[in-house]
Protein backbone atom coordinates (compact mmCIF):
# COMPACT_ATOMS: atom_id res chain seq x y z
CA UNK A 1 0.00 0.00 0.00
CA UNK A 2 1.18 3.93 -1.10
CA UNK A 3 1.49 5.71 1.83
CA UNK A 4 -0.11 9.11 1.45
CA UNK A 5 1.72 12.20 2.96
CA UNK A 6 0.05 15.73 3.30
CA UNK A 7 2.56 18.93 2.79
CA UNK A 8 0.76 21.50 4.66
CA UNK A 9 2.39 24.49 2.31
CA UNK A 10 2.70 28.19 2.35
CA UNK A 11 5.68 30.26 0.72
CA UNK A 12 7.95 30.06 4.23
CA UNK A 13 10.77 28.74 4.68
CA UNK A 14 9.18 26.68 7.28
CA UNK A 15 7.09 25.02 4.65
CA UNK A 16 9.85 24.37 2.23
CA UNK A 17 12.12 22.70 4.77
CA UNK A 18 8.91 20.21 5.63
CA UNK A 19 9.28 19.32 2.16
CA UNK A 20 13.24 18.98 2.48
CA UNK A 21 12.43 17.01 5.51
CA UNK A 22 10.32 14.65 3.33
CA UNK A 23 12.33 14.25 0.04
CA UNK A 24 15.05 13.36 2.64
CA UNK A 25 13.55 10.59 4.98
CA UNK A 26 10.69 9.35 3.27
CA UNK A 27 10.54 6.56 0.42
CA UNK A 28 10.39 7.99 -3.16
CA UNK A 29 7.20 6.37 -3.90
CA UNK A 30 4.67 7.65 -1.72
CA UNK A 31 2.33 9.72 -2.75
CA UNK A 32 2.80 13.24 -1.96
CA UNK A 33 0.65 15.75 -1.68
CA UNK A 34 1.45 20.10 -1.38
CA UNK A 35 -1.51 21.73 0.30
CA UNK A 36 -2.52 25.42 0.68
CA UNK A 37 -4.93 26.89 1.80
CA UNK A 38 -5.10 30.55 0.62
CA UNK A 39 -7.24 33.75 2.05
CA UNK A 40 -10.86 33.70 0.34
CA UNK A 41 -10.27 37.16 -0.30
CA UNK A 42 -11.71 37.37 -3.38
CA UNK A 43 -15.33 38.21 -2.63
CA UNK A 44 -13.84 41.89 -0.99
CA UNK A 45 -12.29 42.71 -4.13
CA UNK A 46 -15.15 42.22 -6.90
CA UNK A 47 -17.30 44.43 -3.80
CA UNK A 48 -18.77 46.85 -4.38
CA UNK A 49 -21.40 48.11 -1.99
CA UNK A 50 -22.14 51.67 -0.52
CA UNK A 51 -21.57 50.38 3.21
CA UNK A 52 -18.02 49.97 2.59
CA UNK A 53 -16.20 52.83 4.17
CA UNK A 54 -14.22 55.29 1.71
CA UNK A 55 -10.66 54.21 2.80
CA UNK A 56 -11.83 50.64 1.64
CA UNK A 57 -12.59 51.55 -1.33
CA UNK A 58 -9.64 53.97 -1.96
CA UNK A 59 -6.86 50.93 -1.35
CA UNK A 60 -9.90 48.26 -2.35
CA UNK A 61 -7.49 47.87 -5.37
CA UNK A 62 -3.84 47.92 -3.80
CA UNK A 63 -5.40 45.52 -1.34
CA UNK A 64 -6.88 43.03 -4.44
CA UNK A 65 -2.88 43.27 -5.93
CA UNK A 66 -1.05 42.41 -2.24
CA UNK A 67 -3.93 39.55 -1.95
CA UNK A 68 -2.80 38.13 -5.95
CA UNK A 69 0.99 38.27 -4.92
CA UNK A 70 0.43 36.22 -2.35
CA UNK A 71 -1.19 33.51 -4.15
CA UNK A 72 1.30 33.81 -6.78
CA UNK A 73 3.97 33.21 -4.12
CA UNK A 74 2.31 30.57 -2.96
CA UNK A 75 2.29 28.85 -6.30
CA UNK A 76 6.18 29.29 -6.72
CA UNK A 77 6.65 27.54 -3.30
CA UNK A 78 4.30 24.54 -4.67
CA UNK A 79 6.39 24.56 -7.62
CA UNK A 80 9.60 24.34 -6.02
CA UNK A 81 8.51 22.41 -3.27
CA UNK A 82 7.76 19.86 -6.17
CA UNK A 83 10.91 20.21 -7.50
CA UNK A 84 12.77 19.21 -4.31
CA UNK A 85 11.44 16.05 -4.28
CA UNK A 86 11.75 15.22 -8.01
CA UNK A 87 15.30 16.16 -7.47
CA UNK A 88 15.43 13.88 -4.21
CA UNK A 89 13.87 11.08 -6.93
CA UNK A 90 10.05 11.58 -6.73
CA UNK A 91 8.18 10.27 -10.41
CA UNK A 92 6.05 13.47 -10.36
CA UNK A 93 3.00 11.25 -11.05
CA UNK A 94 3.41 10.42 -7.35
CA UNK A 95 2.82 14.52 -6.31
CA UNK A 96 -0.36 16.54 -6.27
CA UNK A 97 -0.25 20.15 -6.00
CA UNK A 98 -3.45 21.57 -4.46
CA UNK A 99 -4.96 24.90 -2.93
CA UNK A 100 -8.27 25.48 -2.26
CA UNK A 101 -9.87 29.30 -0.50
CA UNK A 102 -9.90 29.05 3.25
CA UNK A 103 -13.21 27.49 4.23
CA UNK A 104 -13.75 26.93 8.10
CA UNK A 105 -9.80 28.19 9.10
CA UNK A 106 -6.20 26.87 7.87
CA UNK A 107 -6.34 24.47 10.20
CA UNK A 108 -9.22 22.75 10.11
CA UNK A 109 -9.04 22.76 6.42
CA UNK A 110 -5.71 21.29 6.59
CA UNK A 111 -7.50 18.20 8.72
CA UNK A 112 -10.69 18.22 6.61
CA UNK A 113 -8.27 17.75 3.85
CA UNK A 114 -6.16 14.93 5.55
CA UNK A 115 -9.37 13.35 6.21
CA UNK A 116 -9.84 12.08 2.51
CA UNK A 117 -7.57 9.10 3.60
CA UNK A 118 -3.66 10.76 4.05
CA UNK A 119 -1.81 8.79 5.99
CA UNK A 120 0.59 11.63 7.49
CA UNK A 121 0.66 15.35 7.83
CA UNK A 122 3.99 16.95 7.63
CA UNK A 123 3.71 20.79 8.61
CA UNK A 124 6.60 23.41 9.28
CA UNK A 125 7.09 24.65 12.78
CA UNK A 126 6.12 28.41 12.79
CA UNK A 127 7.85 31.62 14.37
CA UNK A 128 6.54 32.58 17.91
CA UNK A 129 4.32 35.36 18.15
CA UNK A 130 3.45 35.62 21.98
CA UNK A 131 2.94 33.28 25.18
CA UNK A 132 0.27 31.24 24.05
CA UNK A 133 2.80 30.37 20.67
CA UNK A 134 5.62 29.48 22.92
CA UNK A 135 6.63 26.24 21.42
CA UNK A 136 4.61 26.09 18.19
CA UNK A 137 3.21 28.36 15.69
CA UNK A 138 -0.17 28.55 16.09
CA UNK A 139 -1.51 26.42 12.79
CA UNK A 140 1.05 23.73 13.67
CA UNK A 141 -0.71 23.81 17.00
CA UNK A 142 -4.31 23.61 15.94
CA UNK A 143 -3.31 21.28 13.30
CA UNK A 144 -1.84 19.17 16.04
CA UNK A 145 -4.84 19.33 18.53
CA UNK A 146 -7.46 18.43 15.77
CA UNK A 147 -6.04 15.90 14.19
CA UNK A 148 -7.22 12.50 15.85
CA UNK A 149 -7.58 10.21 12.87
CA UNK A 150 -3.91 10.91 11.05
CA UNK A 151 -0.40 11.16 12.44
CA UNK A 152 1.04 14.73 12.27
CA UNK A 153 4.91 15.73 11.71
CA UNK A 154 6.00 19.43 12.76
CA UNK A 155 9.85 20.14 11.29
CA UNK A 156 11.71 22.24 13.17
Known sequence: MTQKILIALDDSENALRAVSYVAANFQNHAAVTLFSVLSDTASLCDMNSPELTPLFKAQQSSFCQLEDKKRSLVNAACEKGKQILCDAG???????????PKRKGIARDIIQEASQGYDLIVIGKHGVSGIRDFFLGSIPQKVLQLAKEVSVLIIN
Open 90 to 100: WDPAYITLKAQ
